[in-house]
């Protein structure tokens, strides 16, 4: 029995290589207290990427272990907990199977994320952690960081520039994902490690143009395959969160590795097998980066999933200043993106006031929340790219656009709704038969519909892009909401467009706004 706290929970990982959990008295996102951890090794991802189906022997076995771990939660009498799967969920096309057998045998709902949510959360607690060690330890890395997160199905990178997220794409290619494109037999021929080399070359080369224009000044690894790479390296944790490495160590152990079979690199480093076999993808991953990417600070974290998670969670429960502090970073990304195709700054400022104090204006009538007004300030940012493409439809070209992008911080189901809104930005109401509105789920459809409303009428407000609606100010008065603001020019534009588009907006909430000046 564990002392009471009401921040006291659990979390489940499912991964493709482990099966993990942790139990915590969360107090801060300094103060993270671990009551009990636990981990199993698994080889589930590796069928998956083999197959692209979990067996059921398989999910019989891990419905097993995962009754296990319930039976560790009520142990602990802990009561609130969270289940979380990667990549081996992912990618199973029986996932759908998988999510209902685990839930009727074990009782567990479990919550599958998507690429970007997974590379996010990790990012969420390396960026926290590195910034503390580097405080700490006064280490001077300089003001150009490149995050680099290998897991066993993708491949995130994130630049940070100063203090802002400058830059951020994810690969389908990690370690467990390269041993599926090559078949046993081809691993084990004398010609794979050139055929590996080659591989990974080919897909990882778009993206450097766009990282080398920022001239890094360290690389920051994080994830398990990393975390082995530092173990071969001679370098442990013990109770820091960072080791600090160079090229010339990383290329001397990547010399040393890559004409090694797998039952050489058993002998020779005494690992597991199934250590051994993703050894050789990891370090090629690494030796391209490097060769691309000169870097005087090679820093490797040792930060794990089930740790970031723990930690994210513990913070949006507490509603802490880093959750806030990390949407502002996400929508500054989402800016750089937009910049990419065509974006007015001014415009979107403008309007992403307006929306807030509209919204906080008749918050006990709208049922909106913080993550609902974040997904409206990004929409704000990026309704227009369309326009790059062709001013002719150009809602149809940013819907295609945001729905093909990565963009960090929001799930793929998030993202759709980013673009359904967009779509529907400054004309029409979606119907239900319509391909861009249908495939949401009931309860999205609603928040989307409400966030279409609200967008309509901070559009009108700046629909001159002139900004002239100064001061603004908004209110519940009787039923309706009273919008007030100042302006020293004509407003004509601006208010005809408003009573416009008055109709969707009480249609959705069921009262109706007024603009008013002063």
């Known amino acids: 029995m564990i002392a009471k706290n009401n921040n006291i929970y659990g979390i489940i990982h499912i991964g493709s ?92 709902i479990v919550n599958v994320l998507d690429m970007s949510q997974e590379i996010y959360l990790e990012h969420f607690a390396v960026q926290h952690k590195l910034k503390r060690e580097i405080s700490k330890e006064k280490y001077e890395f300089g003001k150009q960081l490149l995050y680099v997160d290998i897991t066993s199905g993708c491949l995130g990178f994130t630049v940070w520039q100063g203090n802002a997220i400058k830059y951020q794409q994810n690969l389908h290619i990690g370690s467990l994902r390269l041993l599926e494109i090559f078949n046993t037999n081809q691993r084990a021929s004398k010609d794979y490690p050139q055929a590996l080399a080659e591989y990974i070359h080919v897909i990882m080369s778009p993206i450097w143009n766009a990282i080398k224009q920022f001239k890094i000044t360290a690389i920051v690894f994080s994830g398990r395959e990393s975390r082995m790479i530092a173990q071969l390296l001679g370098y442990t944790f013990r109770k820091k969160d960072l080791v600090v490495s160079s090229s010339a160590d990383v290329f001397q152990l990547y010399n040393d590795l890559k004409h ?215 209110r519940m008065q009787g039923d309706f909401l009273l919008i007030e603001y100042n302006s020293m020019e004509k407003t004509s534009l601006e208010e005809w467009m408003f009573a416009k588009e008055n109709d969707l907006f009480k249609n959705i909430f069921g009262i109706e706004a007024k603009l008013e000046k002063r």
């Not at 049922?367 to 809602?395: D, P, W």
């Open 260 to 474: 090694l079979s797998v039952s050489h690199i058993l002998k020779i480093y005494n690992v597991e097998e199934s250590v051994a076999e993703i050894i050789l993808p990891t370090i090629y991953i690494w030796a391209e980066i490097l060769k691309n990417m000169s870097s005087q600070y090679i820093l490797i974290m040792k930060t794990t999933f089930l740790e970031a998670v723990s930690m994210y969670y513990g913070a949006t429960k507490t509603k802490d200043d880093a959750i806030e502090w990390m949407h502002q970073q996400n929508l500054t990304l989402t800016e750089a993106i937009a910049r990419r195709y065509y974006y007015e700054p001014e415009h979107t400022k403008c309007m992403q006031e307006y929306s807030q104090i509209i919204i906080h204006a008749f918050k006990h009538l709208n049922g909106l929340g913080k993550r609902e007004e974040f997904l409206l300030a990004m929409t704000l940012i990026l309704y227009q790219i369309g326009k790059h493409v062709n001013l002719m439809e150009s809602n149809k070209n940013t819907w295609s656009l945001i729905r093909s992008i990565d963009i960090f911080g929001i799930s793929e189901m998030e993202k759709d709704a980013v673009a359904c809104i967009a779509f529907y930005a400054q004309k029409g109401m979606p119907e239900e038969d319509d391909y861009e509105f249908k495939y949401l789920d009931s309860q999205l459809k609603m928040t989307v519909l409400k966030l279409i409303a609200i967008f309509r009428l901070t559009y009108a407000m700046d629909i001159s892009r002139k900004q002239k609606i100064k001061d603004v100010t908004a």
């Open 17 to 108: 290589a482990s099966l993990s959990m942790r139990i915590v008295a969360y107090y801060d996102i300094e103060d993270i207290e671990v009551i009990e951890e636990v981990e199993k090794d698994i080889t589930f991802g590796e069928e998956v990427f083999l197959n692209k189906k979990l067996s059921f022997a398989s999910v019989r076995k891990l419905c097993h272990m995962l009754n296990g771990l319930k039976q560790l939660l009520n142990d602990y009498q802990v009561t609130e907990y969270r289940v979380y799967a990667t990549a081996v969920f992912r990618e199973a096309e029986n996932r759908r199977s998988i999510l209902d057998l685990v839930q009727v045998n074990t009782g567990f």
